[in-house]
């Protein structure tokens, strides 16, 4: 027998079931992708506290080491690659930045493979041992880098040659020779610690965006625009249509057609005729048109601002007035706002978009991605 509630119906019930599943399936696919993420800060802390090489890893490898010079990493395949036009490249910095999608095993316009080999991090270097000779890195001579975000391509820049040359590597193992590589050139600068602090920065940061689980949903909590297809946004456009249906008929000021024949048959004098007088009947009677409805004054938009500047009403007191951006919305922050899919793996704070979705991912360069950008922030 199914519930119901005191008027007897059973949608209640069924609109709270249906809340908690999405709001339960919402918290699980954020909270997978918050514990990923925090797993990779973890590991690179742990890699960048430990990475260190010996000169015995360098055995079997055509390469001479300086005294003091290690080998830190080894990768077995790896493309030379030169720029066929002049640049100048951003100088090297320690940045770790975060992952922004997977890389694509592509080469861009404008560089041409000329070379394949064996890629070898040092702590002094880095080298290619290709089939048609080697090419050295020097990290002392290096004057730009630059990492290309959609393809797994490293391109550098140094004093002695005037050709951009770089590296081509397999996509998966990228984002490590990435990584790796601003450890050595940290270590040849002695800034190791200042990419360590920069990955404790990021992990404390990412501690205080773990997704919370959201209360449960109750049967007295549904509304009754729940039956409405679409709900609050369909009962608004419905609202909008009845209120310029009116309006648009005012300005267009229809005139009576029956009054306008009658007016015009009026104004054309009857012919004369000696015999007998031409009587007038009623429908020849001459009348006035009907007077012009006057126009109602539309309100101004002063008139009609809220103290929300335009938020939809909300017990949260949510508003678009300006004050504390909001990083930790309530629970039922969906049920009074209309919230993009996949709306708890945000991690920002809460924005709307310009088609009057709300996401979580206010400051992000992902934020309201397909919902045509930032409008403006939310606060409280």
Same mark, same amino acid.
């Given at each position: 027998?199914?519930?119901?509630?005191?008027?007897?119906?059973?949608?209640?019930?069924?609109?709270?079931?249906?809340?908690?599943?999405?709001?339960?399936?919402?918290?699980?696919?954020?909270?997978?992708?918050?514990?990923?993420?925090?797993?990779?800060?973890?590991? =690179?802390?742990?890699?960048? $506290? !430990?990475?260190?090489?010996?000169? /015995? +890893?360098?055995?079997?490898?055509?390469? @001479? #080491?300086? %005294?003091?010079?290690?080998?830190?990493?080894?990768?077995?395949?790896?493309?030379?690659?030169?720029?066929?036009?002049?640049?100048?490249?951003?100088?090297?910095?320690?940045?770790?930045?975060?992952?922004?999608?997977?890389?694509?095993?592509?080469?861009?316009?404008?560089?041409?493979?000329?070379?394949?080999?064996?890629?070898?991090?040092?702590?002094?270097?880095?080298?290619?041992?290709?089939?048609?000779?080697?090419?050295?890195?020097?990290?002392?001579?290096?004057?730009?880098?630059?990492?290309?975000?959609?393809?797994?391509?490293?391109?550098?820049?140094?004093?002695?040659?005037?050709?951009?040359?770089?590296?081509?590597?397999?996509?998966?193992?990228?984002?490590?020779?990435?990584?790796? =590589?601003?450890?050595?050139? $940290? !270590?040849?600068?002695?800034?190791? /610690? +200042?990419?360590?602090?920069?990955?404790? @920065? #990021?992990? %404390?940061?990412?501690?205080?965006?773990?997704?919370?689980?959201?209360?449960?949903?109750?049967?007295?909590?549904?509304?009754?625009?729940?039956?409405?297809?679409?709900?609050?946004?369909?009962?608004?456009?419905?609202?909008?249509?009845?209120?310029?249906?009116?309006?648009?008929?005012?300005?267009?000021?229809?005139?009576?057609?029956?009054?306008?024949?009658?007016?015009?048959?009026?104004?054309?004098?009857?012919?004369?005729?000696?015999?007998?007088?031409?009587?007038?009947?009623?429908?020849?009677?001459?009348?006035?048109?009907?007077?012009?409805?006057?126009?109602?004054?539309?309100?101004?938009?002063?008139?009609?601002?809220?103290?929300?500047?335009?938020?939809?009403?909300?017990?949260?007191?949510?508003?678009?007035?300006?004050?504390?951006?909001?990083?930790?919305? /309530?629970?039922?922050?969906?049920?009074?706002?209309?919230?993009?899919?996949?709306?708890?793996?945000?991690?920002?704070?809460?924005?709307?978009?310009?088609?009057?979705?709300?996401?979580?991912?206010?400051?992000?360069?992902?934020?309201?991605?397909?919902?045509?950008?930032?409008?403006?922030?939310?606060?409280?």
């Amino acid at each position: 027998m199914a519930k119901t509630d005191s008027t007897g119906s059973t949608w209640r019930y069924q609109w709270a079931h249906r809340q908690n599943v999405r709001r339960v399936s919402t918290y699980r696919g954020a909270e997978t992708a918050w514990r990923r993420r925090d797993d990779e800060l973890r590991r =690179l802390r742990a890699l960048a $506290a !430990d990475f260190q090489g010996s000169a /015995a +890893a360098g055995a079997g490898l055509a390469l @001479e #080491l300086a %005294a003091d010079e290690v080998v830190l990493w080894v990768l077995p395949a790896a493309q030379l690659v030169e720029v066929r036009h002049t640049a100048v490249l951003p100088a090297p910095d320690l940045t770790v930045a975060p992952g922004t999608g997977p890389l694509r095993p592509r080469r861009p316009d404008g560089v041409r493979v000329t070379d394949a080999g064996m890629a070898v991090i040092t702590s002094r270097r880095l080298v290619l041992l290709g089939g048609r000779g080697r090419r050295d890195w020097a990290y002392g001579r290096i004057t730009g880098l630059s990492h290309d975000p959609a393809a797994p391509v490293t391109l550098i820049q140094v004093l002695d040659r005037r050709r951009i040359s770089g590296l081509l590597l397999p996509t998966d193992a990228a984002p490590d020779f990435r990584f790796k =590589l601003t450890l050595a050139f $940290a !270590d040849a600068i002695e800034q190791r /610690a +200042a990419v360590i602090a920069q990955l404790d @920065e #990021l992990i %404390a940061e990412h501690a205080q965006l773990k997704p919370f689980r959201p209360a449960a949903a109750t049967p007295g909590q549904a509304r009754l625009s729940s039956f409405v297809p679409g709900g609050r946004r369909s009962i608004a456009v419905a609202a909008a249509i009845a209120l310029l249906v009116p309006a648009a008929l005012i300005e267009s000021n229809p005139s009576d057609p029956r009054g306008g024949a009658e007016v015009a048959a009026a104004a054309t004098p009857a012919p004369t005729v000696s015999a007998a007088p031409a009587r007038i009947g009623p429908a020849l009677a001459l009348r006035s048109p009907p007077p012009k409805p006057t126009k109602s004054p539309r309100p101004s938009p002063s008139a009609t601002q809220g103290p929300r500047c335009g938020a939809p009403e909300n017990p949260l007191g949510y508003d678009f007035c300006g004050g504390t951006r909001i990083r930790k919305p /309530a629970v039922e922050v969906c049920d009074w706002f209309d919230c993009v899919p996949q709306f708890w793996s945000g991690r920002g704070y809460l924005v709307q978009c310009r088609d009057g979705s709300v996401s979580l991912a206010g400051g992000r360069s992902t934020a309201c991605a397909g919902h045509q950008g930032v409008r403006r922030t939310i606060t409280k």
